[in-house]
């Protein structure tokens, strides 16, 4: 999974850290790893059963009040990425405190 991460804003790792943990006996949608960038996380599942759906949770942090668009959010197959799925990209708006 690409996961977009809006310009502006910081993904909390822990997050998908908690996740690694709490999926780890799982036998589908078990996260293995994931890889932090500037625009995205890179998130590796082992498997995931066919007509199976989980829920990735996560939390963004603003660095500073900004209108923004998040980057698109993509999930394919990792041998045959033909096989894939886009998610929309989402506006954030923050505002000074």
Request: glycine content about 6%.
């Amino acid at each position: 999974v690409d996961l977009g991460i809006p310009p502006g804003f910081e993904l909390l790792s822990e997050d998908l850290q908690k996740m690694v943990e709490k999926t780890a006996g799982a036998k589908s949608g078990r996260l293995e790893k994931f890889s932090m960038l500037a625009t995205q996380a890179i998130l590796y599942f082992d498997s995931i059963a066919p007509r199976d759906s989980f829920e990735v949770r996560y939390r963004l942090r603003a660095k500073y009040p900004i209108h923004a668009q998040a980057f698109a959010s993509r999930v394919y197959e990792y041998y045959d990425p033909s096989i894939n799925a886009t998610a929309k990209p989402v506006h954030f708006e923050v505002s000074g405190r």
